[in-house]
């Protein structure tokens, strides 16, 4: 029995995955901020993918949650990396009508 508790337990530290530190993690030091904006011309959750996509597709942006039922979207940045104006060009690149200012909602 000992035998085979011996053999089975590499198999056992093998399987509880890699061993991580936090302080290596660059993503929590990472600055971010969420607004909101109004866009007009999303009817379906197409319209909501092709907003989803189009932005996240610019460096900097790190989340992206768009509701044709609202008419909003939610946009996570690194505002060091991103910028409101290269947000507001490519909501319109890809077909919508951004409309008003950008709402801080966090940091």
């Known amino acids: 029995m000992k035998n085979l508790f011996l053999l089975l337990l590499p198999f056992f530290f093998a399987c509880q995955g890699p061993k991580t530190s936090q302080s290596t993690d660059a993503k929590t030091d990472e600055i971010v901020v969420t607004y909101n904006l109004s866009v007009e011309g999303m009817t379906c959750t ?5 907003i989803q996509t189009g932005l996240t597709s610019l460096e900097g942006v790190t989340n992206v949650e768009a509701s044709h039922e609202t008419g909003l979207v939610a946009i996570t940045i690194n505002p060091e990396k991103a910028d ?17 200012e950008f709402k801080r909602l966090s940091n």
């Open 84 to 100: 409101t104006a290269t947000i507001r060009n490519k909501v319109t690149k890809t077909g919508y009508t951004p409309v008003g």
């Open 46 to 50: 197409g319209c909501e993918k092709t």
